[in-house]
């Protein structure tokens, strides 16, 4: 078996570095590319209390800079909406060999949607990765 792409969840505001490293190591293996998809649904911005700071996605950049993953390429696909839609989405309409999501020792109720969606409803191989 051999894989041309590895797709991962990339989850804004989390460590993604453990989860781009076994990724990586992976696609190294089989010379393959890795994709990070990273969704959420819009936002609705609200001015005074409980404001969204404006610099959210350079602070989780920062975050996960701290402890970068050793991957030489990687390509990240920005999408709106629920996480599961859109891995799914991305993957029946483009080449994908693995989906690689991660599970972080606990599985609030939308992670453990968002996995459970790509279990079932995946239209390439799925392994979960603990990290």
């Known amino acids: 078996m051999t894989y041309a792409t590895v797709i991962v969840h990339v989850e804004l505001g989390h460590l993604n570095a453990g989860l781009l490293q076994i990724a990586g190591d992976i696609a190294e293996r089989f010379h393959a590319g890795v994709i990070g998809i990273a969704a959420c649904r819009p936002m609705q911005i ?3 209390e409980g404001y969204v700071s404006r610099n959210l996605i350079e602070q989780d950049r920062e975050e996960n800079e701290k402890e970068p993953a050793k991957i030489e390429k990687i390509r990240l696909v920005l999408a709106q909406g629920e ?8 993957t029946r309409h ?6 690689a999501p991660a599970w972080r020792d606990s599985l609030e109720p939308e992670r453990a949607l968002t996995i459970r969606r790509v279990i079932r409803h995946g239209s390439c191989p799925v392994i979960v990765f603990r990290v």
């Open 83 to 90: 996480a599961s839609a859109a891995i799914l989405e991305f």
């Open 94 to 99: 483009n080449a994908s060999d693995l989906i």
């Open 46 to 48: 609200v001015f005074g």
